[in-house]
């Protein structure tokens, strides 16, 4: 293999990455002049469009009048009014905010929240994280061993504290071999179950995505699942977080995803979208009466971050919830993405390899399969999915990739683009990744 150019460590290595050097709405352009539709806003990040000049001000004016300040020395003004501003819109209850730099950051600081609430309530033996296999939670220790994404996890296994896994509601291939409603929700019940084994006084809490996202290529949960989760978690004085990186900040077509499902967390992690793509920025939501409870109890949370509440950070996350709410851009995800969803079923509900085509929002997946009659996966070496990948991006299409939901074996794509996409943008995603599916199982077929 020759050797690569230049000075970084790249996160793939198996390929020279073009050069990006310029991006607006849904589009990215490298420096040859290639343009690129993200019909996958990245990793499911950029909400409200690239390169929106409200949000570059934002940042500016934040640098020029107040750079840096250390978290536990001061308070800022964008700090306080991100958090009303996500105060107004978030579930029942979550109104207190906790702002670090990456999803992975958030969720490890849920986790460690949840463990002090219950040291402070005088429950020091709950320790025991319960979470769901195939799902994804981020690349830092803690949220690792939360995550269920087996590939990911294996390398660092023995140096994992490992949660607890149960089966993710994923109707498709369901872990029990049921089907929805008659299962009575067996994917739940199994919380109840694992809280029971482990014993009820050793369970901190039970961690999952509201709606699964990067290891199932999106799939959201039946009705009742949340609200009888939360039941279960109430029941053994277990503490619910709601993983909503991904699926939070309007990305579903309502604020918050846990709106759909009429769930209300003990804590909730926002990533992502939160700063509208740009800089890195992330929250644990939760209550004043949790964060009474740790005030209370010994005075502060055991936790740190040199770029904790960061108050440019906040600013750019201000300017994005500015953008949602002026251009109403939430109620937009929620009208076009049913055009999305209505797309890619025009254009691959009839596909041969095409197993299930699920979402809400702007959050879809495509699951593919070898037969779609049994739903026989490819096996994983057949790299279908990085190939279907590949053959879009040549086109100047992107999506996300999502592998190994069945088993180790398993191919999926994420279409999850940037609010502000138009009609007939959605229209020239759905044709090119048809015709991408097509002509690369075509001759993979033949
Ligand atoms: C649901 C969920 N949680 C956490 C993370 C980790 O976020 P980050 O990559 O910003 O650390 C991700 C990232 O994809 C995610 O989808």
Redesign the pocket.
Known sequence: MSKIPGAVFPRVLDKELPLAVRSEGVWIEGDDGKRYLDASGG??VVNVGHGRKEIADAVFAQLRTLSYVHPTMFTSPSLEQLSQALAARTPAGLDRFYFMS??????ESAIKLARQIHLARGNPERQVLISRWK??????MG?LAAAGRTSFRLPFYPMLHDAVHIPPPYCLRCAYGLSYPECRLRCALALDETIQNIGPAAVSAFIG?TVS??TLAVYPPPPGYWPLVRQICDRHGVLLIL?????GMGRTGRWFAAEHYEVAPDLM?L??GLSGGTL?L?AVATSTAHMETIRNNGGSFVHGGTFSHNAVACAAGLAAMGILERERLVERAASLGEKLGEALMNRLGASPWVADIRGLGMMWGIEIVKDRETLQPFARAEKVTERIWKALFEEGVIVYKSVAMAGTDGDGLVVAPPFVITEEQIHLAADKLAGAIDRVLSSTSE
Not at 135 to 140: A, E, N, V
Not at 243 to 247: F, I, N, S, T, Y
Request: with cysteine; aromatic share 4%.
């Open positions: 990793a499911v990456s999803g992975s950051e958030a969720v799902s994804y939670h981020g690349l830092t949220a995505e996202g990067a993983d909503e990186v991904m699926c992690t990533g992502k890195a992330s």
